[in-house]
């Protein structure tokens, strides 16, 4: 009855009533052996129904000739009680041995305890601190660690591992890991001394990022005269190059008629050297240019100085006429008749004859 009362328990339908775990399993066992009652329930009608030999082949017969295999011929006088004495010892050994084997396979199936496979969890994108915590909340332990480029996986995140997540591993067992390294690694390619825009097209060729700046220079307009990073570097893709470009030679401006602060200014924001030179002749209004060198819109190159002369010319004051003094003219009187003088008469010359 006590054997079939474990063998009955071990097997219950609901999972509740088994043995919880392969010990309390085994202890029970070592009771029955040391003739101590056991912890599992008595079955009902066990022991009228010829407790473990109703279980076992051989119809309602429970002679132990029908479990031990006893021959054909009766046995010799005397044996038949030493049998009888014998053959419960014997079943209960077959019994144990069998309840033990089957406990070791059947255990895991039977007890709620821990299982003896992990699942993997799944560890992508995370850190490997993240990872290895992860794993060892499943009782697994973080392997191998590989790095490799990505231009989908930050740098620092795990990009794939072994075994895939869902998978089973025994308890303890290592899943490897490869982490980013971020971006692949790309070298920037020269092009200096090509235009801008096939420079740009190279570039991004090989997924760089560009930036285009002008500069003044004398070289032809469009021309790529400097970038960085330098032609020849390694970096990640999507890294920005900044190509530099030239303005193409420049044309000196018309300043001609603007004062002369303003015309140094417009010179000097062009790329030009400013001298200045002054005119006191030409009539012009002072303080404007009146004539520059080089000519307006003449190309030349950067930091060509342009001579710029500036009116100095001051209209000269006009001169007051100096008045004579005016005569007053002497009054003269007309002699009256009588007071015309008397012309003496002319004395008369008589010739001889």
Known sequence: ????????????????????????????????????????????????????????????????????????????????????????????????????????????????????????????????????????????KLGEVGQEASSDVKKGLVISQDPESGSFLPTGSKVDVVISTGKPEVVVPDVLGEDKNDARNELEDQNLRVKAVERNSDEPAGQVIDQKPRPATSVSEGTLVTIFYSDGPEQVPNVLGMTEKRATKVLKKNGFEVSVSHDSETPAQKGTVIDQDPAPFTESSDGTTVVITVSDYEEPTPTTPTETPTETPTETTSPSPSDTPTLPEPSVTTESD
């Open 1 to 140: 009855a006590e054997v079939d009362a474990i063998v009955m328990k071990s097997l219950a339908k609901r999972v509740e009533d088994r043995y919880q775990s392969a010990a309390a399993m085994r202890a029970d066992i070592e009771r029955y052996l040391a003739g101590k009652p056991v912890s599992a329930p008595a079955v009902a009608g066990a022991a009228a129904a010829g407790g473990v030999t109703s279980l076992l082949p051989g119809g309602d017969d429970p002679a132990p000739t029908s479990v031990i295999g006893a021959t054909s011929t009766g046995p010799a006088p005397g044996e038949d009680d030493e049998r009888k004495k014998r053959w419960p010892w014997v079943l209960v050994a077959v019994l144990v041995a069998a309840l033990l084997i089957g406990a070791a396979i059947l255990l895991p199936m039977l007890f709620n305890g821990k299982p003896e496979q992990q699942s993997v969890p799944d560890l992508q994108n995370l850190t490997r601190a993240e990872a290895k915590k992860e794993l060892a909340d499943q009782q697994l």
